[in-house]
């Protein structure tokens, strides 16, 4: 069996008109050239010249090739373009374009381009774009050379209307960027101001940054100081109209003040933790302290603290007159104090005091 063209314009293989109706042969002449081509074939070299898979093949190298291609885009027209022939509007920087109707060559000549360090001298041909990669200038060149950065931290900044410089880095640690408009860049690299007041009137007052922040006061200057009117800061207490007994927790992450307001019902064991989903213990740091209060109301019958646990394990605590409390105290309310320290990891130590209020 022979194949033959599909006709003049195309020349692809296919299975001969006359050969007997062999669907599987046919197919694999249709799509290879060949009867005998095998399928798990992996070189490109042995595919069959005019067959479909062939110029499958070619198309799909020529559209990788295209891809790679470094260029910025290129036509060859016998009319010069217009702004209004792209979409947005505006020949696009980087842009090749090529004059059909030349007559050198005697018709259009493809432009060749080439990146080297310095200009060609040899091998020139009609058409060459050359493209030098080692200007030293930004402005040199559409791309930044990398030699333009002489060091690390070099910034690239404005200097003008289309113009760029360098600002190098600067010279000392924890310098800042900041503007001046008297330097050439526009910028400038300073020591970042301390915050030091070197002066102080009447109406001014002094700002700590938030509540962690700090003020250095300089009194080189001699600088007048007005009185502040404080102000005392307010507590906030939880207030509940809930009768002590069994276990109480006192949650600092809600308040520090406790305040049970309808007549115990029996002892308690007092627990102080952050909240319900975190300790104490991670709160604090060693050393640190925290102060918690819980007011009770008793009734007729004198109920008491008998316990006082810390994120939910006892502790002993420390009390006023070296006397724990073993009764409470009738038709009053009764205020028990915890000064409480963390002496290590989840290791506290807490002293305290009950007070009666009637």
Same mark, same amino acid.
């Given at each position: 069996?022979?194949?033959?063209?599909?006709?003049?314009?195309?020349?692809?293989?296919?299975?001969?008109?006359?050969?007997?109706?062999?669907?599987?042969?046919?197919?694999r002449a249709y799509h290879y050239g060949s009867y005998s081509y095998d399928p798990a074939n992996t070189s490109a070299t042995s595919l069959v010249a005019n067959s479909i898979a062939k110029y499958i093949y070619d198309i799909e190298q020529d559209i990788i090739d295209l891809e790679n291609r470094? &260029?910025?885009?290129?036509?060859?027209?016998?009319?010069?373009?217009?702004?209004?022939?792209?979409?947005?509007?505006?020949?696009?920087?980087?842009?090749?374009? !090529?004059d059909e109707n030349g007559t050198l060559?005697?018709?259009?000549?493809?432009?060749?381009?080439?990146?080297?360090?310095?200009?060609?001298?040899? &091998?020139?041909?009609?058409?060459?774009?050359?493209?030098?990669k080692d200007a030293d200038s930004i402005t040199d060149n559409p791309f930044i050379p990398q030699s333009v950065i002489a060091a690390k931290g070099d910034l690239i900044v404005g200097l003008a209307n289309d113009s760029a410089g360098i600002l190098s880095t600067a010279s000392?640690?924890?310098?800042?960027?900041?503007?001046?408009?008297?330097?050439?860049?526009?910028?400038?690299?300073?020591?970042?101001?301390?915050?030091?007041?070197?002066? !102080?009137?009447?109406?001014?007052?002094? &700002?700590?940054?938030?509540?962690?922040?700090? !003020?250095?006061?300089?009194?080189a200057d001699s600088p007048t100081l007005n009185y502040p009117v404080l102000v005392a800061p307010d507590e906030r207490w939880s207030v509940s109209a809930t009768a002590a007994t069994g276990t109480v927790n006192l949650d600092v992450l809600t308040s520090g003040i406790?305040?049970?307001?309808?007549?115990?019902?029996?002892?308690?064991?007092?627990? !102080?933790?952050?909240?319900?989903t975190t300790s104490l213990n991670s709160i604090l740091t060693t050393n640190d302290s925290i102060t918690v209060v819980f007011f009770v109301t008793n009734g007729g019958t004198a109920y008491y603290q008998t316990a006082l646990n810390i994120d939910g394990s006892a502790v002993t605590p420390k009390w006023q007159n070296g006397v724990a409390p073993s009764a409470g105290n009738t038709n009053s309310i009764d205020i028990y104090s915890f000064t409480i320290v963390k002496t290590g990891s989840a290791a506290f130590t807490a002293f305290g005091s009950q007070t009666k209020f009637a």
């Open positions: 069996m022979a194949t033959e063209s599909i006709g003049a314009l195309i020349p692809t293989a296919i299975p001969g008109y006359a050969d007997a109706a062999d669907i599987q042969a046919a197919l470094p &260029s910025s885009g290129g036509e060859v027209d016998p009319t010069e373009p217009a702004p209004g022939d792209f979409t947005p509007p505006g020949i696009p920087d980087g842009f090749i374009w !090529v060559g005697g018709g259009p000549t493809s432009a060749t381009s080439i990146f080297t360090n310095s200009a060609p001298t040899s &091998s020139l041909t009609t058409g060459l774009i050359w493209v030098d000392t640690n924890g310098y800042v960027l900041s503007v001046n408009s008297s330097t050439t860049s526009g910028l400038e690299w300073i020591l970042p101001n301390p915050g030091d007041i070197t002066g !102080v009137t009447a109406g001014t007052g002094l &700002s700590g940054g938030g509540t962690s922040g700090t !003020v250095t006061l300089s009194l406790l305040y049970y307001t309808s007549d115990a019902t029996g002892n308690w064991t007092l627990n !102080v933790r952050g909240s319900s």
